[in-house]
């Protein structure tokens, strides 16, 4: 699978490389025949030199980040999955440093943590004599976003189907939490299945909703709308379904939509009165503009919230704004904007990340040297952030009319 992507002038415009490949031959004869007729010819070869030569470089790059996946079927030594982890992700931003594509940094991302979600599963069943009933791992924030990278801190949950011991279910989320952490991989600790709020049968959780439901207790409601983003890492794709529509009853509802909507407009854009970026004052990122506080977490909390308004069951920013754009819940333009608004906040993201030391939180790494950045980059970092505050209003005008 071709992952560079490339960026033309409209909504529905990021396409794989070989669409890329053919749209800069077409232009490539255009500007030819204007100029330098004479030379179509010539400058057709040199293209088709340097697109196979892109070309051939991105499956090479992609297909030893395959082969990293492919190993995890098959892995069982600690060692062995901490060199893995470690592997890919520096193949992985190396992939990102020559071709600037973070959508394919998340798909491969998205395609290996799955692996070895499979693979921390198989490996904690064989720690377990008793029998499993049928059940899904599930990991929320950027990650259930499909956006995760190496710094991102994973939030997990664990539901099954039917009746188990306690003590049973108890021993797996140990297991599971355990080969996770013997892997590399950087949890949020208090959102796993060690602690009883985030493990469950599809029963126990339907209970949880209707009790956050009806207490209306604000804690709960923002504990639980950690779901609103969630992905399946691995287990049953049956129980994970059923475990979604759960979710998408509940989390429709008014009382935990108007819970993320609040918290949403609370959040600043980054853009102060006078038009100014709100840069840190003091501390250690003095000077620092914060990509996490004024750009990913209200960007995020909008979209989840309209999305949750409309019922949009779907999965990743640029894949909520396309389905909110087909049922006519957001226009084409502001769609379009926040989409690039999304690119602008990624490529400054995994450009810090490139490096970050490993073992660093994204929390302290994700501080924009504002000051270093040309015009046009200001430029469109000011752009972008405004159309979070565009969306931001769009949302307190939705939610509004929203019965």
Same mark, same amino acid.
């Given at each position: 699978?071709?992952?560079? =992507?490339?960026? /033309?002038?409209?909504?529905?415009?990021?396409?794989?490389?070989?669409?890329?490949?053919?749209?800069?031959?077409?232009?490539?004869?255009?500007?030819?025949?204007?100029?330098?007729?004479? /030379?179509?010819?010539?400058?057709?070869?040199?293209?088709?030199?340097?697109?196979?030569?892109?070309?051939?470089? %991105? %499956?090479?790059?992609?297909?030893?980040?395959?082969?990293?996946?492919?190993?995890?079927?098959?892995?069982?030594?600690?060692?062995? =999955?901490?060199?893995?982890?470690?592997?890919?992700?520096?193949?992985?931003?190396?992939?990102?440093?020559?071709?600037?594509?973070?959508?394919?940094?998340?798909?491969?991302?998205?395609?290996?943590?799955?692996?070895?979600?499979?693979?921390?599963?198989?490996?904690?069943?064989?720690?377990?004599?008793?029998?499993?009933?049928?059940?899904?791992?599930?990991?929320?924030?950027?990650?259930?976003?499909?956006?995760?990278?190496?710094?991102?801190?994973?939030?997990?949950?664990?539901?099954?189907?039917?009746?188990?011991?306690?003590?049973?279910?108890?021993?797996?989320?140990?297991?599971?939490?355990?080969?996770?952490?013997?892997?590399?991989?950087?949890?949020?600790?208090?959102?796993?299945?060690?602690?009883?709020?985030?493990?469950?049968? =599809?029963?126990?959780?339907?209970?949880?909703?209707?009790?956050?439901?009806?207490?209306?207790?604000?804690?709960?409601?923002?504990?639980?709308?950690?779901?609103?983003?969630?992905?399946?890492?691995?287990?049953?794709?049956?129980?994970?379904?059923?475990?979604? %529509?759960?979710?998408?009853?509940?989390?429709?509802?008014?009382?935990?939509?108007?819970?993320?909507?609040?918290?949403?407009?609370?959040?600043?854009?980054?853009?102060?009165?006078? /038009?100014?970026?709100?840069?840190?004052?003091?501390?250690?990122?003095? /000077?620092?503009?914060?990509?996490?506080?004024?750009?990913?977490?209200?960007?995020?909390?909008?979209?989840?919230?309209?999305?949750?308004?409309?019922?949009?069951?779907?999965?990743?920013?640029?894949?909520?704004?396309?389905?909110?754009?087909?049922?006519?819940?957001?226009?084409?333009?502001?769609?379009?904007?926040?989409?690039?608004?999304?690119?602008?906040?990624?490529?400054?993201?995994?450009?810090?990340?490139?490096?970050?030391?490993?073992?660093?939180?994204?929390?302290?790494? =994700?501080?924009?040297?504002?000051?270093?950045?040309?015009?046009?980059?200001?430029?469109?970092?000011?752009?972008?952030?405004?159309?979070?505050?565009?969306?931001?209003?769009?949302?307190?005008?939705?939610?509004?009319?929203?019965?």
């Amino acid at each position: 699978m071709a992952l560079l =992507l490339a960026k /033309g002038e409209d909504f529905a415009s990021w396409r794989g490389v070989e669409e890329f490949a053919v749209s800069y031959r077409e232009a490539a004869v255009r500007l030819a025949s204007r100029r330098h007729p004479e /030379g179509i010819a010539q400058l057709l070869e040199l293209t088709e030199d340097l697109l196979s030569v892109v070309e051939r470089e %991105n %499956n090479s790059m992609s297909e030893g980040l395959e082969r990293l996946t492919k190993e995890l079927s098959s892995a069982g030594e600690q060692s062995q =999955l901490r060199t893995l982890l470690a592997d890919f992700y520096d193949r992985a931003y190396r992939h990102f440093g020559r071709f600037g594509s973070p959508i394919a940094m998340f798909s491969m991302t998205e395609t290996f943590l799955s692996a070895l979600g499979d693979c921390c599963l198989r490996l904690a069943r064989q720690q377990i004599d008793a029998p499993l009933p049928p059940l899904a791992l599930l990991v929320m924030g950027p990650a259930g976003r499909r956006e995760a990278t190496r710094f991102c801190r994973v939030q997990l949950a664990l539901v099954w189907d039917g009746e188990a011991p306690e003590a049973l279910m108890v021993q797996l989320g140990e297991e599971l939490v355990a080969w996770l952490r013997v892997c590399g991989v950087s949890l949020e600790e208090t959102i796993t299945p060690l602690n009883p709020d985030w493990r469950g049968s =599809l029963d126990q959780w339907q209970t949880r909703f209707e009790a956050a439901a009806a207490k209306k207790d604000q804690r709960v409601l923002i504990e639980l709308l950690r779901l609103a983003d969630r992905t399946a890492l691995a287990g049953d794709s049956a129980v994970a379904d059923s475990f979604g %529509n759960l979710c998408q009853q509940y989390l429709g509802q008014r009382d935990f939509i108007a819970n993320l909507v609040e918290r949403c407009l609370l959040l600043s854009n980054g853009v102060g009165m006078m /038009g100014s970026l709100k840069l840190e004052k003091s501390g250690p990122h003095r /000077g620092g503009f914060s990509l996490l506080d004024h750009a990913f977490l209200p960007l995020a909390a909008a979209v989840a919230a309209l999305s949750l308004m409309h019922g949009v069951n779907l999965v990743g920013t640029p894949e909520r704004l396309r389905g909110l754009v087909r049922i006519s819940k957001l226009d084409v333009d502001l769609a379009e904007r926040t989409l690039h608004a999304w690119y602008c906040f990624s490529e400054h993201r995994l450009v810090l990340e490139q490096t970050a030391m490993p073992g660093l939180d994204c929390r302290d790494i =994700l501080y924009l040297p504002t000051a270093a950045l040309g015009a046009a980059e200001s430029e469109r970092l000011r752009l972008s952030l405004e159309t979070v505050g565009d969306l931001q209003r769009y949302l307190q005008v939705s939610f509004g009319a929203y019965r």
